[in-house]
């Protein structure tokens, strides 16, 4: 029942040799460059009639900062 594994394909390239290749084969693609994010309106100045959910972060008594969610 049990089958012979066999081994894994060898080339004739180095293993350096071949990700270059794909780099390189990557860089030709004609896969458009990603889009730059864009920045986000301040929670502020977005007008909804839902109240949004806001995280700040804030220190108690002892000096330690910790979040805490509050709703705008």
Same mark, same amino acid.
């Given at each position: 029942?049990?089958?012979?594994?066999?081994p894994?394909?060898?080339? $004739?390239?180095? %293993? &350096? #040799?071949?990700?270059?290749? =794909?780099? @390189? +084969?990557?860089?030709?693609? $004609?896969?458009? %460059? &990603? #889009?730059?994010?864009?920045? =986000?309106? @301040? +929670?502020?100045s977005?007008? $909804?009639?839902r109240?949004?959910?806001?995280?700040?972060?804030?220190?108690?008594?002892?000096?330690?900062?910790?979040?805490?969610?509050?709703?705008?």
């Open positions: 029942m049990n089958r012979p594994v066999s894994a394909p060898q080339t $004739s390239r180095t %293993a &350096p #040799a071949r990700r270059r290749a =794909r780099t @390189a +084969a990557r860089l030709r693609s $004609s896969a458009p %460059a &990603p #889009a730059a994010p864009q920045q =986000r309106e @301040a +929670a502020e977005v007008a $909804s009639d109240p949004l959910l806001s995280w700040v972060l804030v220190t108690d008594d002892s000096g330690r900062t910790h979040p805490e969610a509050r709703w705008i």
